[in-house]
C-alpha cells in the first residue's frame, strides 16, 4: 500500500506520528509536507497529495492542518478526490463505508495525537460498503 501525506505547519507532529504509525505497518509514505513549524500555506502541500491520489500513484492521502478544512478544501478541488474532514473513529469509518473517501483530512488542533492515529487506524482498516452508497458516489464528480 502507498499513501501520500502533507500538512502544514500546524499538522508537523502529527503528520511525523501517522508516518511512524504507517511504516511500522510496511506502508510505502511519499511526504509532500512541512517538518518545521515554520508557517506555511496548506494548498502548498495539500494539491500534490491530491494529485498522486487522482493519478491513481497512491491508494489514498492523508492531509493535515489547524481546523482540517483548508487541506479538505483544496483536496477536493481534484476529480477522483473524495476527501473527509474527520473528528472521530465513527465519522472516519462512515466517510469510507458510505463515501468511499481517498483522503483523510484531520484537524491537528481540535484532536488529540492518540485520537489523530486511531482515526488513520480506522480509516485504512475500513471498506467501501458499496451497494446503495455505489450510485451516489457515482454523482459526486463535476463532468
Avoid at 25 to 34: A, F, L, R
Wanted: hydrophobic residues 40%; negative net charge; proline residues 3%.
Amino acid at each position: 500500500m502507498k499513501i501520500a501525506i502533507g500538512n502544514d505547519h500546524a499538522g508537523t507532529e502529527y503528520k511525523l506520528a501517522v508516518v511512524g504509525l504507517l511504516k511500522s505497518k510496511g506502508i510505502e509514505v511519499t511526504n509532500y509536507g512541512t517538518d518545521g513549524t515554520d508557517s506555511v500555506d496548506y494548498p502548498d502541500f495539500a494539491h500534490p497529495v491530491a494529485n498522486d491520489v487522482a493519478k491513481g500513484i497512491v491508494d489514498f492521502g492523508i492531509v493535515i492542518c489547524g481546523s482540517g478544512n483548508g487541506a479538505n478544501m483544496t483536496t477536493n478541488k481534484h476529480q477522483l478526490v473524495r476527501s473527509a474532514l474527520c473528528w472521530n473513529k465513527e465519522i472516519t469509518a462512515l466517510a469510507r463505508e458510505h463515501n468511499d473517501a481517498n483522503i483523510l483530512s484531520l484537524p491537528a488542533r481540535f484532536i488529540a495525537l492518540p485520537q489523530a492515529l486511531e482515526m488513520v487506524e480506522t480509516f485504512l482498516n475500513t471498506a467501501f460498503e458499496g451497494g446503495r452508497h455505489e450510485r451516489r458516489v457515482e454523482k459526486i464528480p463535476c463532468v
